[in-house]
Each structure stands twice: as structure tokens, then as C-alpha cells.
């Protein structure tokens, strides 16, 4: 660990803090319907959108009418996908000459984009054209993360409002992220990752010959605009197999450093809107506080495990003060890698500048552990606002138990309809992670594609469904994902993952929606100090680490203490 | 149910002429007229020709060149297409190895590059770049102490003066930006592009 990395690392989190408030602002404009310096410019196409969608800006909808709307915008975001992908050789832009997708494939790729997961059983340069990259991967990148906001906004309309029905209108919510905060965002990050190097071209392969006169053929594309939206909307899907380690996509140590604030700028910034529609912007920071020190723990535990080197590698003569290099880039170093791992697995984004398969057993353990605890660090553009507020509910609901008391959070009651959905939402993921890989680890579909022996195979075969259920997406990835078992398996933890944890929370804000407020007392459990951040994360990690802990005994931990011992497999 | 037909199917289209369309040609117009050299990759050429581009590392293997790292990259195999064969720098299909820190594989390969290094230049420790791969099996920069171990093989094949090819790669080495952002690094291509010029 050298000075200069946790120089980086606290210049980072400055900037994440500095972001937050006024980004909070400018999406509660959004969520509240108020102007923002960009209605002028803005305000036509959006009610061109709405004439042409039939929609009145003015109807909302109950949480059943919400979440029906987006399941059915979902259907057909999937459809549109997986036809684009299934027929590409037809269609224009594909100057490489890419195939026509595989059906497990093109169906997988498709749920993967829709649940805002990208996860890639795809080598992005090597099977998509550039049509599939623009019309199906990029629309799904904006799609998912606009409808990953609007869920977070519905949700905390559900504590902001009181005594009323409805929820908001998914199609307004859906329009004006897009257009407000997306788009303009994804222009101007766009230039940037050009000017520093990014590709935006339609132009072929080029072909060079290198200086020792071997033939080297160099894919480029349109990259830019793909990769802007990849990170701010916490998407992940690279457009190269190598994703942000591809110097194409992740040029320079500046660009590196600004993607890592994007993945994580939207999500910071939704605890401010929160705080400030419930009316008290401590709340917001709060949470803040509660998703910066779990993020701190995990950049620390890994920057340790990666900075030491492999001691296997240090024995026979190699520079162990440099740190574990395999499968990193110089230009980023130990401390940019790991902190990017740290990131995209804290956020739901999965984009990786560095191989994870190959970090040590427990820099790889972090990553996997984040996920584990719900992407509530920051998380995935709304998905983790929600995400820590469910937690919150719980812990507000066991500190209730221990005094005895019906638990309230912001004045709303907490009560069992609350409580079971919740927990249908926070089980459903260990089931899908672990359920699933009990069975990919036994048979042989599933162990075919396992590219690592011994303990570090059984990480390969957990990470990949940790990965997926968590709507995350990056990948120990030396795993042969693309078969039809690990496709389809994969598919459906996604889309569990993802829509197990929406809709349930759908319901909990049509349920608090139409609760009164009561009037805090002197019994009431303050949820914006220091006893709440404290609470909150205990039983985000009891809840996790009781959950977890045995597999993570059977893969990460036991592979450390093989390494220790100088074993390998 | 019905009412939610018509929003979304019309939103769906909408949003893919913008987002999928729109959006993407316009940025691609735009980076052209304002970036035209970074928006098509960065190529390099020499007497007309191009040699590669300035951000993809490319493979070296001659002693008179600095080498890049070891890279992961493979191609399909020209016998059977089911299978792939090692590529080194392969920039139509990136990868890492994905080799686990416990790998045998892993440790094999090091061990074997690690000799072939120690012949060239022995008693010095190895840096760790020179015999791991990268995540994108293209990485185009070294460290500047894996430049400093295999400047005296470089100097030895080129009969140049070693101070000459140590002044190089100190002129060729970039610091971190603003002295915080990334790590020192020393571009390959660029460093043997200016090896070349030496001669002239």
C-alpha cells in the first residue's frame, strides 16, 4: 500500500461528497416534477413524448399500475433486444461481418442488459455488430438504468407522501431521467472519453503491420457513447471482452478515475434526494454515512490483500513489493484496480479494469462480499437506494423488537406487510446465488465450464451466480459462461435478482404511501445519528455474513490458506 | 394492462431512436470533426504505413526492442475453430488469462519466463510487470523499472552506449498526472518507434 494510492482513494471519496448534494437537488427536481435550468430546452421533446405515448403527465399510478408498466416496457425492451441480436447479419452497421446470435445467448445477453446486470457471455469485440452494440445493448444500458431510478423514486415517494394511493407515473419518471440526467450526462462524458483516447467511429477493423512486421488487426467502434452510459448508469457491459481494461475503453489513469466517479455519482446522490424529499436532509446523510464506511472496509481489506503480492510468485525472484500485477494494467497500478473492484461491485455496475478471477483469494472475496450484501453500497443507480432502505426497515423493525415497540421509520408504521415483503426481497437473493451454484458445482454442465481447480473453482461457479442474481455482471471470468446451462441458469437469477427485489418494494411504497404520518415522540428511534448508521450496518453484515459465510469458507477462504501453505492447484 | 400497451411499445421505439440512433451518430459525428484522430484509434503510421495505434501494445519479441508484457490473448485455432491457440496481443478479441493466484498454470508460466529473464540480466529482482499478464492482454506500457531491467539487453543488441538507451527511457517515461492520478509508466511502441530514430 504505498501514500499515493490513499491519496487517490481519499480524493475519490471527496469528490463523491462534493457531487452529492447538488446532483440530489437536480434529480429531485426530476422527482418532483419541478423545472431545472435544462426545461427550457427540454420541456418540448418531453411533451412531444408524452403526445405520442398517449400519456397525461398528471395521472399517476398506484404501486400495481407502476410496477405493471415497467414489467411491460421490460417485454418489450426484451423483445426489440433479443430480435436485434438474433438478426444482425441482416442489419446495417456490422462491417465486420459479425454471425447471427445463438437463441441461450441472444437470450441471455437481452435479460442481462434489461436487468441492468451485463453480465457478458459474449466477447463484446469478437460477436457483436455495431448495430447490436448501438440499437440493442445501448437503449437497454439507458432503459434499465432510467427505470432502476424511476423504482427509487416511486419508493421514496412512498415515505415522502401520506394518505394517498398513488406512487407516481412510470412513464413520466422513465422520460425525464432519461432525458434530463442521462443523456445530457452520457454528451458530455462522451467527449470527454474521446478527446482522452475512447474510439467513436463506424469505421471497420484496422489493420496494421507492427514494427517487427507481424499483422495486427485493431477493432475499434463506436465505443464512447457506449461506455459514458456504461458507467453512469451503472450498467457495465463493455464493448470490448476486456471491458474497462481494454485501453480503448479505459485510456488513461484520468479517465479510469472519472468513470469511478461516475458509477458511483447518481447513486450518492439519490440518498440527497431522499433526505430532501422526506424532508430532512440528514436522513439522506445517514445513509451517506452508513454506505461510506462499508465501502471504506471493503477498498481496505482489498487494497491490503493486493498491494502484499503473491507470495508463490515472490519466492521464485519476482518484485512482491509491486503487488499482484497479473491481470492488471501498469497505467492504472494496484491502487486504481482495486479501488475500481471495489466500486463496481459496491454499485451494481460490474464494469472491471482488472481481472478479478485473478486477484488474491481475499482481494477477490471483497468484490464478491459487496455483492453478497445486497449492492447496497451506493449501489446500482436506484436499485441501491432502494436496496439499503429495505435494510433500513429491517433494522428499524429489530430495534423495535428490542424495545417492544412498533417500529416507525419517518413517521410511517412499520408493519408485517412491510416486514414479509422485505424479507421476500432480501431472501430471494441468497437463494438464487447459493441455490443455484449448489447445483452448477455437482453436475457436469456445470463444472464443464469451470476453468480453475480446487477451491478457486468453486469461487469461479459462486461469483458467476452472486454476480447474476446481484444484477451486477462482472465475472471471475475465466468461466465458459456460454453454454445453454449456464446461459439459461444465469438468465433466470438475473431477472429473480432483479425483478423479486421490485416488485416487492413497489408494494411496501404503495403500502406506506397510504399511511398517515405520526408525530415523532419521545420513544421514537431516531433514524438519522449515529445510533442508526451503526444499527443499519450490523445487520447488513449479520445478515449477510450469516448468510454467506459457509461458501465463502468452502471458495476464497480456504484458497488463502492453501496459498499461505504454498499449494497450488 | 391493455392502457400500458400503447406507452410502451410507442416508448420503446422512441427511446431507441434516441438513445440507440440519435444519440450515438450524433456523438460519432461530433468526436470526428472535434477528435478525428482519438475518435479512429489513435493510429500510428511510419512512411505511410500504419503500424498499430498508440494506446493497443503490440507484440515484441527481437532483443533489439523493449518487450511488453506477457499477454493472454488468443485466436481461434486455424485447424479447429472450437479451439483457441495463444495470440499474443491479439487486439480483435482482448482478454486476461484469468489465471487464479493458487494456478498452477500461472505459476508454471512464471517460472518459465522468469529464467528466460534472469539469463538476460541475472541478479536483478524481477519486476512484476514483466512477467504477469494484463487484463487486457493489449496493455501498451511497461513500468519504468521493467524498461530499466532489459535496457542493457537492448543496448548489448543494438551496440549503443547503455546510458544513451537509459536517457531514452527516461525521456519516454510518464510520471502520474498532477503527481497523484495512475502510476509511472514508459509506452512501448513509443519507446521503440524512438529506438528506431536512434539509428538514423
Known amino acids: 500500500m504505498t501514500f499515493n494510492g490513499w491519496i487517490q482513494i481519499a480524493l475519490f471519496c471527496a469528490i463523491i461528497i462534493a457531487l452529492t448534494r447538488p446532483f440530489g437537488g437536480f434529480l429531485m427536481s426530476l422527482a418532483t416534477g419541478g423545472r431545472n435550468f435544462l426545461s427550457p430546452v427540454l420541456v418540448p421533446l418531453e411533451r412531444g413524448v408524452y403526445a405520442l405515448c398517449g400519456i397525461r403527465a398528471s395521472d399517476e399510478q398506484g404501486w400495481v399500475g407502476y410496477a405493471t408498466a ?32 445463438a437463441p441461450d445467448l441472444a437470450y441471455n445477453t437481452a435479460v442481462s442488459f434489461l436487468t441492468n446486470t451485463n453480465w457478458q457471455s459474449y466477447g463484446g469485440e469478437s460477436t457483436m455488430s455495431y448495430a447490436s452494440q448501438m440499437v440493442a445493448l445501448t437503449v437497454q444500458n439507458f432503459m434499465s438504468a432510467a427505470a432502476g431510478i424511476a423504482i427509487a423514486m416511486a419508493f421514496v415517494r412512498g415515505f415522502s407522501r401520506r ?54 488487426s485493431i477493432a475499434v467502434g463506436p465505443v464512447a457513447s457506449q461506455e459514458a452510459i456504461k458507467m453512469l448508469g451503472t450498467n457495465g457491459g463493455g464493448f470490448f471482452n476486456a471491458n474497462s481494461a481494454h485501453p480503448f475503453e479505459n485510456p488513461t489513469a484520468l479517465v479510469d478515475f472519472l468513470q469511478m466517479i461516475s458509477i458511483f455519482a447518481l447513486g450518492a446522490a439519490l440518498t440527497n434526494m431522499f433526505g430532501r424529499m422526506v424532508g430532512n436532509e440528514r436522513q439522506g446523510w445517514a445513509i451517506f454515512a452508513a454506505m461510506g464506511l462499508l465501502f471504506l472496509a471493503g477498498v481496505s481489506v482489498t487494497y491490503w490483500a493486493e498491494a502484499s503480492g503473491n507470495p508463490i510468485l515472490t519466492a521464485l525472484g519476482v518484485d512482491g513489493g509491486m503487488g499482484n500485477m497479473e491481470g492488471k494494467e501498469v497505467r492504472f497500478g494496484i491502487a486504481q484496480s482495486v479501488l475500481f473492484a471495489t466500486v463496481t461491485t459496491d454499485a451494481s455496475c460490474g464494469a472491471v479494469n482488472a481481472m478479478i478471477e485473478s486477484f488474491m483469494p481475499l482481494g477477490g472475496m471483497m468484490p464478491m462480499i459487496n455483492i453478497m450484501l445486497g449492492e447496497i453500497i451506493f449501489g446500482g443507480v436506484g436499485s441501491g437506494l432502494y436496496g439499503f432502505l429495505l435494510f433500513a426497515i429491517v433494522a428499524v423493525f429489530v430495534a423495535g423488537l428490542m424495545v417492544g415497540r412498533t417500529p416507525e421509520f419517518l413517521g410511517k408504521k412499520i408493519e408485517a406487510k412491510e416486514v414479509k415483503m422485505t424479507m421476500l426481497a432480501i431472501l430471494c437473493l441468497p437463494l438464487v446465488m447459493l441455490g443455484f451454484t449448489a447445483v452448477a458445482v455437482v453436475i457436469e454442465a456445470g463444472t464443464s465450464a469451470l476453468s480453475a481447480s480446487g477451491p478457486h473453482g468453486f469461487s469461479e461457479a459462486l461469483y458467476a451466480y452472486v454476480s447474476a442474481a446481484g444484477n451486477n455482471g462482472s465475472a471471475f471470468a475465466g468461466l465458459s459462461a456460454n453454454t445453454p446451462f449456464w446461459n439459461t441458469t444465469l438468465g433466470i437469477g438475473m431477472m429473480i435478482g432483479r425483478f423479486f427485489v421490485i416488485i416487492p418494494a413497489l408494494a411496501i411504497a404503495g403500502s406506506m404511501a397510504a399511511k398517515k404520518t405520526v408525530p415523532p415522540s419521545a420513544g421514537t428511534f431516531p433514524t438519522d445519528g449515529p445510533m442508526f448508521v451503526g444499527l443499519a450496518i450490523g445487520v447488513i453484515l449479520i445478515v449477510g455474513g450469516l448468510t454467506f459465510f459457509p461458501a465463502l469458507a468452502l471458495g476464497p477462504i480456504v484458497e488463502h490458506f492453501a496459498l499461505a501453505a504454498g499449494q497450488t492447484f | 394492462m391493455i392502457t400500458h400497451l400503447r406507452p410502451a411499445l410507442v416508448m420503446i421505439v422512441l427511446m431507441t431512436v434516441i438513445t440507440g440512433l440519435a444519440y ?156 497523484i492520478l495512475g502510476e509511472p509508466r514508459v509506452n512501448v511502441l513509443a519507446l521503440n518507434l524512438a529506438l528506431d530514430d536512434l539509428k538514423k
Open chain 2, 24 to 179: 450515438p451518430l450524433a456523438m460519432t459525428g461530433l468526436a470526428g470533426a472535434l477528435f478525428p484522430r482519438q475518435a479512429a484509434g489513435s493510429i500510428v503510421a511510419r512512411d505511410g504505413k500504419v503500424i498499430g495505434s498508440s494506446l493497443i501494445g503490440q507484440s515484441f519479441t527481437g532483443d533489439t526492442y523493449f518487450h511488453g508484457r506477457p499477454s493472454a490473448t488468443t485466436t481461434a485455432d486455424p485447424n479447429d475453430s472450437s479451439k483457441t491457440v495463444a495470440a499474443p496481443y491479439n487486439a480483435a478479441n482482448s482478454s486476461g488469462s484469468n489465471l487464479a493466484p493458487t494456478s498452477k498454470a500461472l505459476v508454471d508460466r512464471v517460472m518459465e519466463d522468469a529464467a528466460k529473464l534472469k539469463s538476460e540480466n541475472p541478479g536483478v529482482q524481477l519486476p512484476a510487470d514483466l512477467v504477469t499478464t494484463s487484463g487486457s492482454g493489449l496493455d501498451p506500457d511497461i513500468t519504468p523499472s521493467a524498461a530499466a531491467f532489459q535496457a542493457p539487453r537492448v543496448a548489448r543488441a543494438r551496440g549503443v552506449p547503455e546510458a544513451t538507451i537509459t536517457a531514452l527511457v527516461a525521456s519516454h517515461t510518464e510520471g502520474r498526472l498532477l503527481g
Open chain 1, 163 to 216: 394518505s394517498v394511493k398513488s406512487i407516481g407515473n412510470f412513464w413520466v419518471d422513465l422520460t425525464r431521467v432519461t432525458l434530463y440526467a442521462l443523456i445530457p450526462l452520457c454528451i458530455v462524458f462522451t467527449l470527454f472519453l474521446v478527446s482522452q483516447g475512447v474510439p467513436q467511429t463506424l469505421a471497420g477493423t484496422i489493420d496494421a503491420t507492427t514494427l517487427e512486421g507481424a499483422k495486427q
Open chain 1, 70 to 101: 415497467m414489467l411491460i416496457f421490460k417485454v418489450m425492451g426484451f423483445l426489440l433486444a433479443y430480435g436485434i441480436l438474433r438478426s444482425q447479419t441482416f442489419l446495417p452497421f456490422n462491417p465486420a461481418g459479425q454471425d447471427t446470435i
